[in-house]
């Protein structure tokens, strides 16, 4: 009897006997707490926005009108010549003028989006509890790898709209079959002696801008 055999073999005698008729989910118990505790729009955002902080990334509010100027900032503190992009991201976002755009194409090589100074994107959503950022390629977010080759990623979140309490309130609204990246805060490892280094696997620095409705607008 070969190794996986016998493993096959255990996996059997663990399962229990016949088929559930409403298919192997049915038997999992979910009777878990969807969310913890009852919050309000207002209080969701202020819980993410103190996990994000806690995760060290950095983190803005805006309306619609200061977005640009907010932008403009931020791109001049990392010195920023170029700023990569997604063809559905809002226009009205961007400043007038500003560091050179460069599109979100298929061609572009690790290289050359390794050039590029500064990402701006959306989110396909956001989970307070954990502080997490989901990406979904939608439009107004690119491919993926845009949001892991720049060192530098500003994500913008409009909220209450965009933020949930908990990861099971968010699988749903999630398409599974769609790229999912899931960003708590910028990329960071550590050594066996816990010596935090950041940029190893993505961005080193992630500006987060919670985009509420400018005054007098729906």
Known sequence: MSSKDRILGRIRRALPDGPSPDGPSARIPRDYLHVHGVRTPAERVDLLAA???????????????????????????????????????????????????????????????????????????????????????????????????????????????????????????LDPTRPLTWISGPSATSDIELDRVEGVHGPRRLDVILLAAAPGTQ
């Open 51 to 173: 996990h994000l902080t806690e995760y060290r990334a950095v983190v803005h509010r805006a309306d619609g009108e200061e977005l640009p100027a907010l932008l403009t900032r931020l791109f001049a503190e990392r010195g920023a010549r170029s700023v990569l992009v997604p063809p559905g991201l809002p226009p009205q976002w961007l400043p007038a003028e500003g560091p050179t755009r460069v599109p979100d194409r298929e061609a572009s090589t690790p290289y050359e989006l390794d050039r590029v100074d500064s990402v701006v994107t959306g989110c396909a959503l956001a989970v307070a509890e954990t502080g997490t950022i989901v990406l979904d390629g939608g439009p107004d977010q690119g491919r993926r790898r845009i949001t892991l080759i720049p060192d530098h990623h500003i994500c913008v979140i409009r909220v209450p709209d965009q933020v949930v309490d908990s990861v099971p309130q968010a699988l749903p609204l």
